[in-house]
C-alpha cells in the first residue's frame, strides 16, 4: 500500500480548518434589520419601519450612497419575520406577498446591482424564534436549493425549536447543502449560542469546518448594560473562544448597536473598538436613514475598521483588568503592529491612567501610536517610556501601535501597505516596515 499519498491527504484535510468556501477571509460587514427593526410587521401604521422589501432597499441604498459600501459594509441581511406563514405548494418557503410583492430573487438583484450582497435568515427548527416557518431537518436541502436559485449570498440559521439532536445533524447538513448549491453563500450558525457557548457541549473544531461564523452568547439589546455583559462573557472565555477565530472562522458577538436609542458617544466608540479587538463582525443594526454624524464617524472610522478587518485575523484578548476599573485589550495585527483598547469601566470622571508598552509586555524597541478616535499620533515610544492616557467613564482610547523602524530597502518607502491603501487614511499618517520581532504575547 502506498503510504504516502494517504499521509498527504490526511495532512490536507488537518490542514482545512476553516469552512471551505473562501468567504469571509475578514470579519463580515454590513448591516442586519433585527435589532432594530425587530419583528415589525405592521407595514400599515409603520410603512418605513415594517419588515419589508422597502426597508431592505432603503437601507441598500444608503450603503451603497452614503460612503459605506467603500468601508467594506456591503451585506444587507434579512433577519427573521420575512416569510410567508406557509411554504408554498412544492413545500419552499415564500417570502410574504404582502410585504414583499416583488419576492427575493428581485431584491438580490437590486442589491447585486449595487454591488451589495444579500443575507436571509432561516431557523433550523419547527418554526423560526419569531414564529414563521422553520426548517426541519426534511427541508434542509429544499431550503439552500431555494435561497441559492434567488441569489442569497449568505444565511444567518437560527436554533428556536430545536433540539440538540436535530442541532446535530442539522448544521453539518446545511452546511453541506450549501455547498452543493454551487453557490458561495456564508453560513452563520447560532448553533453554540443555544448549547451555552462552551465546551463539551460546543465543538468549535467542527464549527470552524462547517460555519463562517457562529453566535457564542446571548442577542444584543440597545442598552451598554447588554454590551458590557455580552463584552465580558467573551473576555471571561478568551482561553477558550480568542483561538477559535480566524479567516473564514469568526466568533460573532452579535449586531452593533451604534446609531440607536442606548449608547452614549463614549459607549459607542467602545462597542467599536471591542468588536475590532474580537475580530467580531461588524454588522450594524441601525436606522441608516437617520443616523447622527457621530454615530456615523464611529461606524466609518478607517483605522477602527482596518484594524477589524486585518488580515492576519488573529483575534484580540484582555489583558488586564485593574483595580481602578480600567480594562486594557490588545490584538496582534499584520506587519507587527497591535491594537491596544483602554476601557474605563468607571461612573465618576474621565481617569488618568499610567503604563507603559513594556508593562503590556510589548518587547524593547521603538513605537509610533496612531490615536484611533482622536487622528494624533504619538512618536518616540519606547516600550519603557511611561505615559498617561485619559479615558472617559464608559469609554475608550484605542490606538492603533507599530513599530518605528529604520528603512532597511531603499526601494522601500515604509508606507504600511494594507491600512494605507485599503482604507486610504490620512497621508499624514506614516506607517513603518518593521525590521524586528513584533510585540509577542501570546
Ligand atoms: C433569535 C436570534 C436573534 C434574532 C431573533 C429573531 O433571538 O438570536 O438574533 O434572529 O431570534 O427572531
Redesign the pocket.
Known amino acids: 500500500m502506498k503510504l504516502l499519498p494517504v499521509i498527504f491527504l490526511l495532512a490536507l484535510t488537518a490542514a482545512t480548518s476553516a469552512l471551505d468556501n473562501g468567504l469571509m477571509r475578514t470579519p463580515p460587514m454590513g448591516w442586519m434589520s433585527?435589532?432594530r427593526f425587530?419583528?415589525n410587521v405592521n407595514c400599515e401604521n409603520d410603512p418605513k419601519n415594517c419588515i419589508s422589501e422597502n426597508l431592505f432597499r432603503d437601507m441598500a441604498d444608503r450603503l451603497a450612497e452614503d460612503g459605506w459600501k467603500e468601508m467594506g459594509y456591503d451585506h444587507v441581511m434579512i433577519?427573521?419575520?420575512w416569510s410567508s406563514m406557509l411554504r408554498d405548494k412544492d413545500g419552499r418557503l415564500q417570502p410574504d406577498p404582502q410585504r414583499f410583492p416583488g419576492g427575493i430573487a428581485k431584491l438580490a438583484r437590486y442589491l447585486h446591482d449595487r454591488g451589495l450582497k444579500l443575507g436571509i435568515?432561516g431557523?433550523l427548527g419547527t418554526h423560526?424564534?419569531?414564529g414563521y416557518p422553520g426548517t426541519t431537518l426534511d427541508k434542509i436541502e429544499t431550503d439552500a436549493q431555494t435561497f441559492a436559485s434567488w441569489g442569497v449570498d449568505f444565511l444567518?440559521l437560527?436554533g428556536?425549536y430545536s433540539n440538540e439532536e436535530d442541532q446535530q445533524k442539522g448544521y453539518p447538513l446545511m452546511s453541506k447543502a450549501l455547498n452543493a448549491t454551487g453557490r458561495p453563500i456564508g453560513y452563520s450558525c447560532?448553533w453554540p449560542?443555544y448549547r451555552g457557548g462552551l465546551p463539551p457541549s460546543v465543538n468549535y473544531t467542527l464549527l470552524g469546518e462547517i460555519c463562517n461564523l457562529w453566535?457564542n452568547y446571548?442577542?444584543i439589546q440597545d442598552s451598554w448594560n447588554s454590551v458590557q455583559d455580552i463584552t465580558d462573557w467573551f473576555f471571561d472565555n478568551q482561553e477558550i473562544l480568542q483561538p477559535e477565530a480566524g479567516p473564514g472562522r469568526w466568533n460573532d458577538p452579535?449586531?452593533l448597536i451604534i446609531g440607536n436609542f442606548g449608547l452614549s458617544v463614549d459607549q459607542s466608540r467602545s462597542q467599536m473598538a471591542l468588536w475590532a479587538i474580537m475580530a467580531a463582525p461588524l454588522i450594524m443594526s441601525n436606522n441608516l436613514r437617520t443616523l447622527s454624524s457621530e454615530a456615523r464617524a464611529i461606524l466609518q472610522n478607517r483605522a477602527a475598521i482596518a484594524i477589524n478587518q486585518d488580515p492576519m485575523g488573529v483575534q484580540g484578548r484582555r489583558l488586564l483588568q485593574e483595580r481602578s476599573l480600567i480594562e486594557v485589550y490588545w490584538r496582534p495585527l499584520s506587519q507587527s503592529a497591535s491594537a491596544l483598547v483602554f476601557l474605563s469601566r468607571r461612573q465618576d470622571m474621565p481617569y488618568q491612567y499610567h503604563t507603559s508598552l513594556a508593562k503590556l509586555n510589548y518587547t524593547a524597541g521603538s513605537y509610533e501610536a496612531y490615536d484611533v478616535f482622536t487622528g494624533k499620533t504619538l512618536s518616540g515610544l519606547s516600550a519603557t517610556t511611561e505615559f498617561t492616557v485619559s479615558i472617559n467613564p464608559s469609554g475608550v482610547v484605542m490606538w492603533y501601535v507599530y513599530p518605528k523602524m529604520h528603512y532597511e530597502d531603499p526601494q522601500d518607502d515604509g508606507r504600511y501597505p494594507y491600512i494605507r491603501q485599503k482604507y486610504r487614511m490620512s497621508s499624514s499618517l506614516h506607517f513603518h516596515k518593521p525590521r524586528v520581532v513584533p510585540p509577542s504575547l501570546l
Do not use: I, L, N, P
Open positions: 433585527w435589532e425587530r419583528c433577519d427573521d419575520c435568515y431557523d423560526t424564534c419569531g444567518k437560527d428556536c447560532s449560542a453566535r446571548d442577542d452579535d449586531m
